[in-house]
C-alpha cells in the first residue's frame, strides 16, 4: 500500500473518531460525578450527574426503557453499534461487535439482563425486586390475590391465584354474561346472579295438580327480571299458597308419597327465595299470600347487629354475626317464610328423638314412642340466610311459636324440632340440634344451631312398665322398714337406759326415714295436679338429703366416740354433738333444697313420678350432696377402723372396753354399708348388670328400716333387757286384768244367789 494511500486512510479513520472523541471530551467538560460513583454505573456507562440521574450508557449502548438511571442495579445498557464501512480505494469493511456477554447463573423463572444481572419473569419476583445481581436471589410466584390482594376482580368474583399468573371467577350463584368462565380484572367483570334456580319436580310422583304448579314454575324462571323480582317473589308464594290450600289429588297420594313432596317444596322454595333474594335492595320486605303463607326478609344495612323477623305465628331472633360468618360476596340476606298448608302433606310424619333427649323425660324410666304419630301445634315455618352452609352457626337461633292453648298429658311431651331430609328424598321429625328453652300453654321458645324447616309438636309415648316383681318387693320391703322405723323410733325415745346422744342421732334418722318412705309409698305416682306433685318432690328431696345427713353426723359421733375411747368421761363429745345436731341435721338440707327450687322449681315432678327431672342435670342436686356424704363417712369409717384395731392391741381382753370397741367396729361396718353403699347401686345401674343392680338397690333400700331396728335395738344388750321388761310388765298387766275379770265375775254370780236366796 502507498504512503499517500495510508494516508488517506488514517484521515479517513481520525474524521469518524472525531466526533465520538468530542462527546467523550463533552462528558468531561460536565462531569459533576466523583470517581466512586462512575464505577458504581458498571460497564458500558458513564457517570454524568444529569437531572437527578448519573448514569448514561456509553458509546454503542443504550437501555431498554431510559436514557438515563442511577445505579448499577438499573444497568441495563446493550450493545447497538455496527461502525460504518470505511472505504478509501479498494472498499473494505469494518465490523464493531456489541458486546455479547451475559450472567450464566440466572436462576429458574428468570432471563439475563447482562453479565452482572437477571431478571425475574412476570408474575415472579425476587426479594430484592424484579431485577436482581446477587447469586442467592430466586423468582418466586407472586400471589395477586393477596392477602393483601394486588387485582381486584369486582363484585361478585373471586380471585384465583396460578404459577405466574392468576385469573377471576364468578362466586357460586354467578356466572358471567359472555357465558365465559374467567376473566383478568374488575374491568372485565360481568357476573351476574342466578336468580332464579332451577327446580324440578320429584321424581316418581303422579299428580296433576303437582304439574300445573312446577309449569307455573317454570313460567317464573322463564319471564324472570332481575328488576322485577319481588313481583317474581310474590306469585312464587301465591303459587305455593294456593297449591297447600286445595291439594286436591296430592291427598290421594300414599304418606311417604306425601312426605317426599313436601320435602320438595321446602327445599325448592328455600333455594328460589334465597338466591331471588338477592337482587332485592336493603330492607326489610313483607310477601302475603291469600291462604295465610307469609314471607319476611331482612337485608343487612350498616349498622345493623341484630335480626327479629316477625310473622303471626313465630318470632325468630339471631345476631348478624352468624350469616356474615360465610364470607359470601353477596348481600347478607335473611328469610322466614310461614307455611301453615304443609302440615297437610307431613301429617302422619315420623319423629326420631336423640337417646339422650328420651332418657331425661323419665329419669330412671325407659320410654318408647308410640306408633301414633305426633301431632303438630304450630304451622311448619323455614328459616334461611345467603349463607348456604348453616349446619353449625356460630351462636343458635332463637324462635318463639305461638299455638293453641294445649297442655301435655302425663305420657305427652313437647318437642322442638326440625325436618331432616333422607336419602330417598322424604324425611322425618328429628330433635337434633334443636333444645326446647321454656314452653306455656300458648307459645314455645326454641333454640336451634342450624336452619332448616322447624315446628313445634307434641307426641305420645309408652312408658314402659316397671318390673312387677321389683313393684312387689319395693311396697313389702317399705311396708316392713316403715313397721321396724316406728319400733326403732319409740324405742330410743322411750328407753331410758339408753338415752344419750347417739340414741338422738338413731331416732332423727329413723324419724326421717320413715316420713321419707311414708310419703313415697302414697304419694310418688301423684302426678295429676302438678302443684302438688312439686310439693311432694321437694318434700322427699328434704327427706332423703336430711336422712343421709344424719348418717354423716352418725359416722361423725362414732369416729369422735373411737378417737376418745379410752377417756371414762366423753362430755366433750356429747356437748360437740348437742351443738351440732339439729342445726346441721335439718338446717343444711333445707338450704340445698331452697336454692334448687328458688333456681329451677318446674324440674320438680316428672309427668309420671313426684320426683326430681334429670332433664339440665337437676337430678344432681341430690345425687351430688349423696356422693359427698358417703366419700365423707367412708373416710370416717377407715380412720375409726384403725383407732379400733390400735385399741384392740393395747387393751386387756377382760375390761367391759373390748366389748364395746367389738360392737363400736360392728355398727361402723354396718352403717356404712346399709346407709351409704347401698345408695351406690342406683347409680351403677347401667349396662348387662343393670337388672341385678336394680334388684340389689331395692331389696336392700328398702330394708333399711328393718337393718336400723336390728343393730340398734335387737343387737344391744340394753334394749333387750328393757323389752324383756317391757314384756313381763305386759303379761303382768295382762295376768291382772285377766284376774280382776275373774274375781268381778265371782262377786256377781255370789251377789246373784243372794238376791235369790232373799227372794
Known amino acids: 500500500m502507498r504512503p499517500t494511500h495510508i494516508m488517506e486512510e488514517l484521515?479517513?479513520?481520525?474524521?469518524?473518531?472525531?466526533?465520538?472523541?468530542?462527546?467523550?471530551?463533552?462528558?468531561?467538560?460536565?462531569?459533576?460525578?466523583?470517581?466512586?460513583?462512575?464505577?458504581?454505573?458498571?460497564?458500558?456507562?458513564?457517570?454524568?450527574?444529569?437531572?437527578?440521574?448519573?448514569?448514561?450508557?456509553?458509546?454503542?449502548?443504550?437501555?431498554?426503557?431510559?436514557?438515563?438511571?442511577?445505579?448499577?442495579?438499573?444497568?441495563?445498557c446493550q450493545g447497538m453499534l455496527v461502525l460504518l464501512l470505511l472505504t478509501l480505494g479498494p472498499v473494505q469493511k469494518l465490523r464493531v461487535s456489541a458486546p455479547?456477554?451475559?450472567?450464566?447463573?440466572?436462576?429458574?423463572?428468570?432471563?439475563?439482563?447482562?453479565?452482572?444481572?437477571?431478571?425475574?419473569?412476570?408474575?415472579?419476583?425476587?426479594?430484592?425486586?424484579?431485577?436482581?445481581?446477587?447469586?442467592?436471589?430466586?423468582?418466586?410466584?407472586?400471589?395477586?390475590?393477596?392477602?393483601?390482594?394486588?387485582?381486584?376482580?369486582?363484585?361478585?368474583?373471586?380471585?384465583?391465584?396460578?404459577?405466574?399468573?392468576?385469573?377471576?371467577?364468578?362466586?357460586?350463584?354467578?356466572?358471567?354474561?359472555?357465558?365465559?368462565?374467567?376473566?383478568?380484572?374488575?374491568?372485565?367483570?360481568?357476573?351476574?346472579?342466578?336468580?332464579?334456580?332451577?327446580?324440578?319436580?320429584?321424581?316418581?310422583?303422579?299428580?296433576?295438580?303437582?304439574?300445573?304448579?312446577?309449569?307455573?314454575?317454570?313460567?317464573?324462571?322463564?319471564?324472570?327480571?332481575?328488576?322485577?323480582?319481588?313481583?317474581?317473589?310474590?306469585?312464587?308464594?301465591?303459587?305455593?299458597?294456593?297449591?297447600?290450600?286445595?291439594?286436591?289429588?296430592?291427598?290421594?297420594?300414599?304418606?311417604?308419597?306425601?312426605?317426599?313432596?313436601?320435602?320438595n317444596l321446602l327445599t325448592g322454595l328455600e333455594n328460589s327465595l334465597r338466591n331471588m333474594s338477592q337482587a332485592l335492595s336493603n330492607g326489610t320486605l313483607t310477601f302475603n299470600a291469600s291462604a295465610g303463607t307469609d314471607l319476611s326478609l331482612k337485608l343487612w344495612?350498616?349498622?345493623?347487629?341484630?335480626?327479629?323477623?316477625?310473622?303471626?305465628?313465630?318470632?325468630?331472633?339471631?345476631?348478624?354475626?352468624?350469616?356474615?360468618?360465610?364470607?359470601?360476596?353477596?348481600?347478607?340476606?335473611?328469610?322466614?317464610?310461614?307455611?301453615?298448608?304443609?302440615?297437610?302433606?307431613?301429617?302422619?310424619?315420623?319423629?326420631?328423638?336423640?337417646?339422650?333427649?328420651?332418657?331425661?323425660?323419665?329419669?330412671?324410666?325407659?320410654i318408647s314412642l308410640q306408633e301414633a304419630s305426633p301431632v303438630l301445634l304450630s304451622d311448619v315455618i323455614s328459616a334461611f340466610m345467603s349463607n348456604k352452609v348453616t349446619q353449625n352457626l356460630s351462636s343458635p337461633v332463637t324462635f318463639i311459636f305461638s299455638h293453641h292453648s294445649v297442655t301435655p298429658g302425663p305420657t305427652q311431651k313437647v318437642f322442638c324440632v326440625f325436618w331432616e331430609h333422607s336419602q330417598n328424598g322424604s324425611g322425618h321429625w328429628s330433635?337434633?340440634?334443636?333444645?326446647?328453652?321454656?314452653?306455656?300453654?300458648?307459645?314455645?321458645?326454641?333454640?336451634?344451631?342450624?336452619?332448616?324447616?322447624?315446628?313445634?309438636?307434641?307426641?305420645?309415648?309408652?312408658?314402659?312398665?316397671?318390673?312387677?316383681?321389683?313393684?312387689?318387693?319395693?311396697?313389702?320391703?317399705?311396708?316392713?322398714?316403715?313397721?321396724?322405723?316406728?319400733?326403732?323410733?319409740?324405742?330410743?325415745?322411750?328407753?331410758?337406759?339408753?338415752?344419750?346422744?347417739?340414741?338422738?342421732?338413731?331416732?332423727?334418722?329413723?324419724?326421717?326415714?320413715?316420713?321419707?318412705?311414708?310419703?313415697?309409698?302414697?304419694?310418688?305416682?301423684?302426678?295429676?295436679?302438678?302443684?302438688?306433685?312439686?310439693?311432694?318432690?321437694?318434700?322427699?328431696?328434704?327427706?332423703?338429703?336430711?336422712?343421709?345427713?344424719?348418717?354423716?353426723?352418725?359416722?361423725?359421733?362414732?369416729?369422735?366416740?373411737?378417737?376418745?375411747?379410752?377417756?371414762?368421761?366423753y362430755s366433750s363429745v356429747s356437748m360437740l354433738m348437742k351443738k351440732l345436731m339439729f342445726p346441721v341435721g335439718y338446717g343444711v338440707p333445707a338450704v340445698i333444697v331452697a336454692i334448687s327450687a328458688a333456681s329451677r322449681p318446674h324440674l320438680y315432678g316428672t309427668p309420671t313420678r313426684c320426683w326430681l327431672h334429670t332433664d339440665k342435670g337437676f337430678i344432681w342436686t341430690f345425687l351430688g350432696p349423696i356422693c359427698t356424704i358417703f366419700s365423707i363417712n367412708l373416710a370416717f369409717f377407715l380412720m375409726t377402723f384403725w383407732i379400733v384395731k390400735k385399741n384392740l392391741s393395747s387393751l386387756n381382753r377382760d375390761v367391759s372396753t373390748l366389748r364395746n370397741t367389738r360392737m363400736l367396729t360392728f355398727k361402723a361396718t354396718a352403717q356404712l354399708f346399709i346407709l351409704g353403699c347401698t345408695w351406690c347401686l342406683g347409680i351403677l345401674q347401667v349396662g348387662p348388670a343393670a337388672h341385678i343392680m336394680a334388684y340389689l338397690f331395692t331389696i336392700i333400700n328398702s330394708l333399711q328400716g328393718v337393718f336400723i331396728f336390728l343393730v340398734y335395738c335387737l343387737l344391744s344388750h340394753q334394749v333387750r333387757e328393757q323389752y324383756k321388761k317391757w314384756f313381763k310388765g305386759i303379761r303382768k298387766t295382762k295376768a291382772e286384768s285377766e284376774q280382776y275379770t275373774l274375781s268381778s265375775g265371782t262377786m256377781s254370780n255370789a251377789s246373784k244367789h243372794s238376791v235369790e236366796n232373799y227372794n
Open 11 to 76: 484521515l479517513l479513520l481520525l474524521l469518524l473518531l472525531l466526533p465520538l472523541g468530542a462527546s467523550a471530551q463533552k462528558t468531561r467538560d460536565i462531569n459533576m460525578c466523583e470517581p466512586s460513583l462512575r464505577k458504581s454505573c458498571a460497564a458500558y456507562a458513564d457517570c454524568q450527574g444529569m437531572d437527578g440521574k448519573y448514569c448514561m450508557c456509553g458509546p454503542g449502548q443504550e437501555l431498554i426503557s431510559e436514557t438515563t438511571f442511577r445505579n448499577e442495579s438499573e444497568n441495563m
Open 301 to 366: 344495612e350498616q349498622g345493623d347487629r341484630n335480626v327479629i323477623l316477625s310473622q303471626n305465628q313465630v318470632k325468630m331472633m339471631l345476631n348478624w354475626d352468624v350469616v356474615h360468618d360465610s364470607g359470601d360476596s353477596g348481600p347478607s340476606v335473611v328469610g322466614l317464610i310461614s307455611t301453615p298448608g304443609m302440615g297437610k302433606l307431613l301429617a302422619e310424619a315420623p319423629l326420631v328423638v336423640e337417646p339422650e333427649k328420651q332418657a331425661v323425660l323419665h329419669g330412671a324410666h325407659k
Open 100 to 263: 455479547t456477554d451475559c450472567a450464566p447463573w440466572c436462576p429458574l423463572k428468570s432471563t439475563c439482563v447482562n453479565a452482572t444481572a437477571c431478571r425475574c419473569s412476570p408474575g415472579f419476583s425476587s426479594s430484592s425486586g424484579e431485577i436482581f445481581t446477587s447469586r442467592l436471589d430466586s423468582c418466586d410466584d407472586i400471589n395477586e390475590c393477596g392477602p393483601p390482594p394486588t387485582v381486584s376482580c369486582g363484585k361478585f368474583a373471586d380471585c384465583q391465584n396460578t404459577e405466574g399468573s392468576y385469573y377471576c371467577m364468578c362466586i357460586p350463584g354467578y356466572v358471567l354474561a359472555s357465558g365465559a368462565t374467567m376473566f383478568m380484572d374488575e374491568s372485565e367483570n360481568t357476573c351476574q346472579g342466578i336468580f332464579f334456580p332451577t327446580w324440578t319436580p320429584p321424581r316418581g310422583i303422579k299428580s296433576q295438580t303437582l304439574s300445573r304448579f312446577f309449569q307455573r314454575v317454570q313460567d317464573l324462571h322463564r319471564e324472570f327480571k332481575p328488576d322485577f323480582v319481588e313481583n317474581t317473589i310474590q306469585d312464587l308464594i301465591q303459587g305455593v299458597d294456593e297449591l297447600l290450600e286445595t291439594p286436591e289429588d296430592l291427598k290421594a297420594l300414599p304418606r311417604s308419597e306425601q312426605h317426599r313432596v313436601a320435602t
Open 431 to 569: 330433635t337434633r340440634g334443636c333444645t326446647m328453652v321454656n314452653s306455656r300453654d300458648t307459645s314455645t321458645t326454641c333454640q336451634c344451631t342450624h336452619l332448616s324447616s322447624f315446628a313445634v309438636l307434641m307426641a305420645h309415648y309408652d312408658v314402659k312398665e316397671d318390673d312387677p316383681v321389683l313393684a312387689v318387693i319395693t311396697y313389702m320391703g317399705l311396708s316392713l322398714s316403715l313397721l321396724c322405723l316406728l319400733l326403732a323410733a319409740l324405742t330410743f325415745l322411750l328407753c331410758k337406759a339408753i338415752q344419750n346422744t347417739s340414741t338422738s342421732l338413731h331416732l332423727q334418722l329413723s324419724i326421717c326415714l320413715f316420713l321419707a318412705h311414708l310419703l313415697f309409698l302414697i304419694a310418688i305416682d301423684q302426678t295429676k295436679i302438678k302443684v302438688l306433685c312439686s310439693i311432694i318432690a321437694g318434700a322427699l328431696h328434704y327427706l332423703y338429703l336430711a336422712s343421709f345427713t344424719w348418717m354423716l353426723l352418725e359416722a361423725l359421733h362414732l369416729f369422735l366416740t373411737a378417737r376418745n375411747l379410752t377417756v371414762v368421761n
